[in-house]
């Protein structure tokens, strides 16, 4: 959670998303990422930390936090 | 004892790109016209796809009616009269049987020669190069007649903005003639996959053998408009046609930087931008149409060629990579050195 989250804020700001708006709890309905936003910032991610998300797996009612917690549990490269 | 051979080959044959033509129908529907029918906007449908008009055939016309327009302006590009083969790439044949090309061919006065459609959605055009190109490689005939088509207006639900504003009807087309490998326009190599556990996500459900296996179903009952599962489909287009390219790109000894016109499948610029950036291909060597057409699936490769060589944007000698992703699901890529043709 400590590596993976701060490097999702990063990612996020590729996406027009400014960090001062993202917490641990925003969702990314919260942030206004729409569902092909979504998949673009999963796809992104995917290559961040070198881990496969597969399909519905985040939605937009999911969290930073629930987002930091998949990537961890899938291994990422950290 | 001895071994016979009717007419070896001399040298190796390639199938060589020398004529391009292409048409979409007169209708145009603009995103102002959907919104006035469904919820949707024109600011809507440009963030989310890129596509600002589509073209829609009126009432009555059939896909093997644009295929023939494009046929015969393919044939004309090439300053030939006909082909040894004719092969249509469609989801929207005329009829589920027969297939639409043996009809295609008579009308452009061929009848005799071989014709056969292509099924692999928005990656026939592609798969259709692969499979016409090995018939010329392998002699069984000196030209084809390649042609993507389609009117998808005429299997889409109306009430579906997510389709409906997506994709638009028109047809582009090839000939390909015996020539020698390496010349300009000459097709080279291929990488063609599939994966068919993602059938559901882009399908026509209804009109075929297993709907009409059920019990109880007859012919003509629910599900024959087409289906796309959107974000999923977003997804897997992006994946398949970055390592589809990659891997054609390794296989021919071309790094991303030698590609000087990158030809994606007309899914969705966000598709295209998305691929071309992971394969570093810069947004100035894109050749992208569907702001104007929509997606044509089958269609939209040849579309976007035709269009590109018309207004000079594709050169000839210029390195072209195309790759494309679609319903099965498939996807596929090539690669030539763009020939001297004028599309027509």
Known sequence: MQTVYPRLVELLARFGVPETEITLDSTFEDLDLDSLTLVEFTLCAEQEFGVKIEDDTLNRQDTLKRAAEVIEIQGAAV | ???????????????????????????????????????????????????????????????????????????????????????????????????????????????????????????????????????????????????????????????????????????????????????????????????????????????????????????????????MQGSAVFRHATQRMTESAQALLKRIGWEAHDVDRFVAHQANRRIIDAVACRLGVPEDHLIVNLDRVGNTAAASIPLALADAAADGSLRPGQRVLITAFGGGLTWGSTALLWPDVTPC
């Open chain 2, 1 to 227: 004892m001895s071994k016979v051979l009717l007419d070896p080959p001399a040298m190796s044959t390639a199938a060589v790109l020398s004529g391009l033509g292409s048409w979409v129908p007169p209708g145009v529907v603009t995103n102002d016209d959907l919104a006035q029918r469904l919820d949707t906007s024109d600011d809507w449908i440009r963030r989310r796809t890129g596509i600002r008009q589509r073209h829609i055939c009126d009432p009555g016309v059939a896909t093997s009616d644009l295929a023939v327009e494009a046929g015969q302006r393919a044939l004309k590009s090439a300053s030939a009269s006909r082909a040894d083969a004719v092969v249509i790439a469609t989801t929207t044949p005329d009829r589920p049987c027969p297939a639409t090309a043996p009809e295609v061919a008579s009308r452009l006065g061929m009848s005799g020669v071989a014709a056969f459609d292509v099924a692999s959605v928005c990656s026939g055009f592609v798969y259709g190069l692969a499979v016409s190109g090995s018939l010329i490689s392998a002699r069984v005939v000196d030209s084809v007649l390649l042609i993507g088509a389609e009117t998808y207006s005429t299997i889409l639900d109306p009430t579906d903005r997510a389709t409906a504003a997506v994709f638009g009807d028109g047809a582009g087309a090839v000939l390909l003639r015996a020539g020698q490998p390496g010349e300009l326009g000459a097709i080279g190599e291929f990488d063609l996959g599939s994966d068919g556990t993602g059938t559901e996500l882009i399908m026509i459900p209804g009109g075929g053998s297993r709907q009409r296996s059920m019990p109880g179903q007859q012919p003509g009952d629910s599900g024959q408009y087409f289906t």
